[in-house]
């Protein structure tokens, strides 16, 4: 696992527990090399976000239990791949951003100004 920093140079800090989120599934948007989907921005989903994930063949509503994944509501904290976040930035619903609980990996797709223009 890379080193637990948020896009501001501190402490990554805990997204969500519940629902439990993360590439490791411990609560925060830590990443490494097999995470390909760099899930690294932790977002407040929205309906305007939930919808857009599902057009664009994302359903993150609908509960996966196989993966260990009980759907997502409007008002869930998540960490979200940053270039579905970007994607959804170009077409005017970014969900908000936690800063702090967002991981520097996250920079590598999405500009840090960007971010901040979203942060909740």
């Known amino acids: ?5 948020n896009v501001l140079g ?3 800090a805990t997204c969500s527990t ?3 989120t993360g590439w490791f599934r411990d609560g925060c948007c830590n990443t490494d090399d097999s995470d390909r989907g760099s899930h690294t921005i932790c977002v407040t989903v929205d309906e305007a976000f939930l919808t857009f994930s599902a057009n664009a063949g994302n359903d ?3 509960p996966r239990p196989e993966f260990r994944f ?3 509501s409007p008002g869930d904290r998540w960490c979200l791949c940053a270039a579905r976040w970007k994607q959804a930035w170009e ?3 970014a969900p908000p951003v936690d800063l702090e609980a967002t991981h520097i ?3 590598e797709i999405v500009d ?3 971010l901040e223009l979203h942060s909740q």
Do not use: D, K, Q, Y
Not at 1 to 5: A, I, L, R
């Open 70 to 72: 009980l759907g997502l």
């Open 60 to 62: 993150l509503s609908t």
């Open 1 to 5: 696992m890379n080193e637990s920093v």
């Open 105 to 107: 990996r996250a920079l």
């Open 112 to 114: 840090l100004e960007i």
């Open 91 to 93: 077409e005017g619903c």
């Open 18 to 20: 519940e629902p439990m």
């Open 10 to 12: 501190g402490p990554l």
